[in-house]
């Protein structure tokens, strides 16, 4: 794009200015004069209450579109959501999944160099993950060294399983995961897996709308999304262990019901009820803060 054309380059509001996320889904977004529109058709059903009808999209106000089941886009539309800057990822139901996602926005590399500097020393990698063990632990630990840190983590994990169990009224048995034979396992085991799938998936969507970078994490090394399984371990306890133990606890309730399933909707409408998305994207923002230098203590 020429620089100043029409006064396209100076009418892009700041990410920093902007309000989120826009959830769409189950109807096609096209660009109409200039304008983006986004049309529902059909009736209304539980995954989707948006009433059929047209709708004006304020794409220049968002910093990023998700488009959900059923829906389509147009050429048109994503030139426009690329002229102005605003991202656009394909998603599952209530961001269960991420199917794709845009590469990183040119003006919004503030965090993405942060966080890259941040991990290229030691000692401020060190502190970031302290901070996320802080943040899921309660408290912040004097230790600084990563497997010390795990171990703490490891063994409030078990006690965390123990206790949300016992509340939601289903056998725990402890964590148990064949990877050769996923449905081999009992139903809370087949729910944490389905459900750390969805909230993993709501990682990688915060991770995109930040433009950070996922393979750069600082509890998990070698995965090619740890940073993403850094952020979703965020909300291990409160929201994919209950989860997947109330959808296990329905699937044993009633025969018949897909685990799957129902760990998917059960971890979604959590997701959707809790504003994950938007606390991750908090949180992210909050730890390539440069003023929260030494905030780890």
């Given at each position: 794009?020429?620089?100043g054309?029409l006064?396209l380059?100076?009418?892009?509001?700041?990410h920093s200015?902007r309000?989120?996320?826009?959830?769409?889904?189950?109807?096609?977004?096209?660009?109409?004069?200039?304008?983006?529109?986004f049309?529902?058709?059909?009736?209304?059903?539980?995954?989707?209450?948006?009433?059929?009808?047209?709708?004006?999209?304020?794409?220049?106000?968002?910093?990023?579109?998700?488009?959900?089941?059923?829906?389509?886009?147009t050429?048109d539309?994503l030139r426009?959501?690329?002229?102005?800057?605003?991202?656009?990822?394909?998603?599952?139901?209530?961001?269960?999944?991420?199917?794709?996602?845009?590469?990183?926005?040119?003006?919004?590399?503030?965090?993405?160099r942060?966080?890259?500097?941040?991990?290229a020393?030691?000692?401020?990698?060190?502190?970031?993950?302290?901070?996320?063990?802080?943040w899921?632990?309660?408290?912040?630990?004097?230790?600084?060294?990563?497997?010390?840190?795990?171990?703490?983590?490891?063994?409030?994990m078990?006690?965390?399983?123990?206790?949300?169990?016992?509340?939601?009224?289903?056998e725990?048995?402890?964590?148990?995961?064949?990877?050769?034979?996923?449905?081999?396992?009992?139903?809370?085991?087949?729910?944490?897996n389905?459900?750390?799938?969805?909230?993993e998936?709501?990682?990688?969507?915060?991770?995109?709308?930040?433009?950070?970078?996922?393979?750069?994490?600082?509890?998990?090394?070698?995965?090619?999304?740890?940073?993403?399984?850094?952020?979703?371990?965020?909300?291990?306890?409160?929201?994919?262990?209950?989860?997947?133990?109330?959808?296990?606890?329905?699937?044993?309730?009633?025969?018949g019901?897909?685990?799957?399933?129902l760990?998917?909707?059960?971890?979604?409408?959590?997701?959707?009820?809790?504003?994950?998305?938007?606390?991750?994207?908090?949180?992210?923002?909050?730890?390539?803060?440069?003023s929260?230098?030494?905030s780890?203590?």
């Amino acid at each position: 794009m020429l620089i100043g054309r029409l006064g396209l380059e100076t009418a892009r509001i700041p990410h920093s200015g902007r309000s989120g996320l826009l959830w769409l889904s189950r109807g096609t977004l096209r660009a109409e004069d200039g304008c983006l529109r986004f049309s529902r058709s059909g009736t209304v059903v539980e995954e989707d209450p948006l009433e059929p009808g047209e709708y004006a999209v304020p794409f220049q106000s968002v910093s990023m579109v998700l488009l959900g089941p059923g829906s389509a886009v147009t050429h048109d539309a994503l030139r426009l959501l690329a002229r102005h800057g605003t991202a656009l990822a394909a998603v599952g139901e209530d961001g269960v999944r991420e199917y794709t996602a845009p590469p990183l926005i040119a003006n919004r590399s503030g965090l993405a160099r942060e966080q890259a500097a941040a991990w290229a020393h030691a000692k401020t990698r060190m502190e970031i993950a302290r901070q996320m063990y802080a943040w899921r632990l309660g408290r912040t630990f004097k230790h600084r060294d990563i497997n010390t840190l795990r171990g703490i983590e490891g063994a409030r994990m078990k006690e965390t399983y123990r206790l949300v169990a016992r509340s939601i009224g289903i056998e725990w048995r402890g964590r148990r995961y064949d990877r050769a034979r996923p449905e081999d396992t009992d139903f809370p085991n087949q729910a944490l897996n389905h459900a750390s799938s969805a909230v993993e998936a709501a990682a990688a969507i915060a991770v995109s709308a930040t433009a950070t970078i996922p393979q750069l994490g600082f509890i998990h090394e070698d995965p090619s999304q740890s940073f993403v399984l850094d952020v979703s371990d965020l909300f291990r306890d409160t929201i994919t262990i209950p989860a997947a133990f109330r959808a296990a606890k329905r699937a044993m309730e009633s025969a018949g019901l897909n685990i799957e399933r129902l760990a998917r909707k059960e971890t979604g409408s959590a997701i959707a009820k809790d504003r994950t998305i938007e606390k991750m994207i908090g949180r992210i923002k909050e730890l390539f803060d440069p003023s929260r230098a030494g905030s780890a203590g």
